[in-house]
């Protein structure tokens, strides 16, 4: 079956340095979203990327799909502590059912002043 | 407010006693769907619900059981719990018969089982 990982699991750095999370999905996806989950709190969604080769930016965060649509970055540029939180990648596979998005296993981001 | 609400948040019970985890959206949504979400898992999907009376296996589904008789409310039923169901649950709608192809997902606030 479909499978979505993502890495690193879990990342600490100092405030202001950067951030990058990786989502690798085993078959080619139709869309991928991202989601924020804040420590104690529920996921929120962040974007969707359905182009191949796609490339959205909200403020500080850059968010890419791969060219054969199997692979999604976020960067997070000169991190905060708002950013602490787990950053879940979610895909639909192209051409399967449209009604199950597949979770990654997620990365936990942890920001020190 | 446009919100996704479950209960309870948190319940702590026994094996083998029924239980019944409710889901309600405000916001006119076809889809619902129920998550479950383990340490070093991410989340999972136990049921999904394209409409009132359409319900479909996740990839979690054994012990669990859902119904949609009304559009708001989305109901995740233990039978009979057992210890490995211990975990956070989610619930989550969106807009749109196309279900989460290109709609985002607005979840709950979560519920935290444990089953003794």
């Known amino acids: 079956g479909q499978q979505v990982m993502q890495i690193p699991q879990y990342q600490h750095v100092q405030e202001g340095e950067d951030f990058t999370t990786y989502c690798n999905s085993s078959?080619?996806?139709?869309?991928i979203q991202w989601y924020k989950q804040r420590p104690g709190g529920h996921p929120v969604f962040l974007i969707q990327?359905?182009?191949?080769?796609e490339v959205k930016k909200q403020k500080r965060l850059t968010f890419q799909f791969g060219e054969a649509k199997k692979n999604s970055s976020l960067h997070i540029t000169a991190t905060q502590t708002t950013d602490v939180g787990t950053y879940f990648c979610a895909g639909l596979s192209y051409g399967g059912a449209t009604n199950k998005l597949i979770f990654g296993t997620g990365t936990l981001l942890a920001v020190q002043p | 407010e446009a919100q996704v609400t479950q209960n309870p948040r948190y319940l702590i019970t026994v094996t083998g006693k029924k239980l019944t985890v409710t889901c309600s959206q405000n916001?006119?949504?076809?889809?619902m769907s129920w998550y479950r979400q383990d340490p070093g898992l991410g989340l999972r999907q136990i049921y999904y619900?394209?409409?009132?009376?359409?319900?479909d296996k996740g990839d979690v589904p054994e012990g669990y059981k859902v119904s949609r008789k009304e559009k708001r409310n989305f109901p995740l039923i233990l039978e009979s719990p057992s210890p490995n169901q211990t975990s956070l649950y989610f619930c989550?709608?969106?807009?749109?018969?196309?279900?989460?192809?290109?709609?985002?997902?607005?979840f709950g606030p979560g519920t935290r089982l444990t089953v003794l």
């Open positions: 990327l359905v182009k191949s080769g």
């Open positions: 916001m006119n949504h076809e889809y």
């Open positions: 989550a709608s969106s807009w749109g018969t196309s279900g989460v192809r290109y709609n985002e997902q607005f």
């Open positions: 078959t080619t996806l139709s869309n």
């Open positions: 619900s394209m409409n009132v009376e359409v319900t």
